[in-house]
């Protein structure tokens, strides 16, 4: 065997099962995996994952153990092999948890892991941190920042951040804000991108005005039917003149009463990183319309076509297309609400148990786009029997709601627990990342944490 190493378990799978499992659990090539789970080929599991697996005789075939399917690391070399890398790297960032994960460095993209995603409301230092360009300098006098509005308005106008403040009614909102690319990684083959896992999402408590009401006060035309907006946050070229990114949304979306212009974060001024002094929270769609450092929205008589709304960015495949096959600009349509997700949040993938466990008490959160979240159920049997999460209300529409469950283990050993939520109109998450298209949106399979007992 060589001894070079594969950029991931997944793609060692993809590629070649047979050697993914001689790599990985030393079962001999040619062996049917039934029936290498069946014989000493599981015991090889077992030991790999570190314990016995009561539930193996449902084990979809090929399933990669949730205990290397979440590592970001390459798999595992042989003993002759140079060693692979190890673990992820993590953030270093003022104001920031350590327990961030960096996935972006040009420009700064951190996740947030699941199980530091707990807390009812996010707290900003555990904040997931996504940029599309240069991270601008903390405005000296947040007050005095200018926002214009102009287009298809019949008053055209300029205010700043105090006027904001001043002239319109306050509100604060719980609310999800996730990235488009959430769940990217989960794609086979590798979509391009930043390889989200399910930690680009977090959910604070939002100040600020209404869009709607900026909006009229400008007096949008029957004609303006799409929004545009802009930053200032420089391009990484440096170039002054080349929009960062500049996205926008139906005016549908941006009347709706969530929409806003904010300027707090849990109580606090918000933060340089996460678009301070200002930005707009369009809750329930891609997080890339929601743009931090506005300077600028702009009315237009048409659908946006800024950076990041053509082509396939933040755009899905209306058709399904062959995974990895080469991409018809015709045959997609903008992201707009994201799918419904779950994730567990406690105990944490990997959590060992003392030996003797049985009761194992579950956290986590769900939410879904638009839409909202109509039950939550967990397996630890690979998807054999389902048992109904209890779940939470939410405190606003577009707040993700927290659910709890108490599972029951038969014995010790290796399980995994599985979580899947269904949306208000009946649409559960899937098993694999649904409808590949080549930038990976839409990823969203069940969240899946591995529990060793004993």
């Known amino acids: 065997m060589s001894g070079k190493i594969e950029r991931s378990i997944e793609e060692l799978y993809l590629e070649d099962p047979e050697r993914a499992d001689a790599r990985i659990f030393g079962r001999k090539a040619g062996t049917n995996r039934r029936g290498f789970l069946e014989s000493a080929g599981l015991a090889a599991v077992g030991a790999a994952v570190g314990g016995a697996i009561p539930f193996s005789q449902n084990m979809p075939a090929g399933l990669i153990p949730a205990a290397f399917a979440q590592d970001k690391g390459a798999a595992p070399a042989p003993a002759a092999a140079p060693a692979a890398p190890k673990g992820p790297i993590h953030l270093d960032f003022p104001g920031k948890d350590k327990g961030l994960v960096v996935i972006g460095e040009k420009p700064l993209v951190a996740e947030t892991p699941e199980h530091l995603l707990n807390d009812d409301t996010t707290p900003i230092d555990k904040f997931y941190i996504r940029n599309n360009g240069q991270i601008p300098d903390e405005a ?58 399910n930690g680009g999402a977090g959910c604070a408590e939002w100040t600020g005005v209404r869009l709607a009401d900026v909006l009229k ?10 929004t545009a907006h802009y930053a200032a946050d420089v391009h990484l070229s440096g170039d002054p003149n080349r929009p960062t990114l500049s996205r926008g949304v139906r005016i549908a979306k941006a009347m709706e009463p969530e929409s806003m212009i ?99 008490a579950l956290r986590g959160a ?45 014995s010790d050993g290796y399980f995994e627990i599985w979580s899947r939520a269904t949306d208000s109109k009946g649409k559960m998450q899937p098993h694999v990342a649904p409808n590949w298209n080549p930038s990976g949106y839409g990823g969203n399979p069940f969240h899946r944490i591995a529990v060793l007992v004993g």
């Open 140 to 197: 000296k006098d947040p007050d005095k920042w200018v926002i214009k509005i102009d287009g298809e308005v019949n008053k055209p106008f300029e205010i700043t951040l105090g006027e904001l403040k001043s002239k319109y009614k306050a509100q604060t909102l719980r609310m999800v804000l996730e990235c488009g690319g959430n769940g990217r990684s989960f794609f086979t083959p590798r979509a391009s991108g930043n390889q989200w896992t």
């Open 217 to 226: 006060a400008a007096g949008v035309k029957p004609s303006g039917i799409y």
């Open 262 to 360: 904010v300027w707090g974060m849990n109580g606090k001024p918000l933060p340089n990183i996460h678009g301070g002094p200002v930005r707009l929270l369009i809750p329930g769609w891609a997080g890339s319309a929601s743009q931090k450092w506005l300077t600028r929205i702009s009315i237009r008589d048409k659908e946006h076509d800024g950076p990041g709304m053509t082509g396939t960015s933040y755009r899905l495949a209306i058709k399904p297309m062959v995974p990895g096959d080469k991409a018809d600009p015709k045959n997609f349509r903008i992201l707009e609400s994201m799918p419904v997700r779950s994730i567990i949040t406690a105990p944490a993938n990997g959590a060992k148990l003392a030996a003797g466990t049985r009761d194992v």
């Open 366 to 410: 769900s939410w879904a786009g638009d839409l909202s979240v109509q039950r939550v159920d967990i397996s630890i049997d690979y998807g054999q029997s389902w048992q109904a999460a209890k779940l939470e209300k939410p405190k606003n529409k577009f707040d993700w709601q927290r659910w709890t469950a108490t599972l029951k283990l038969p």
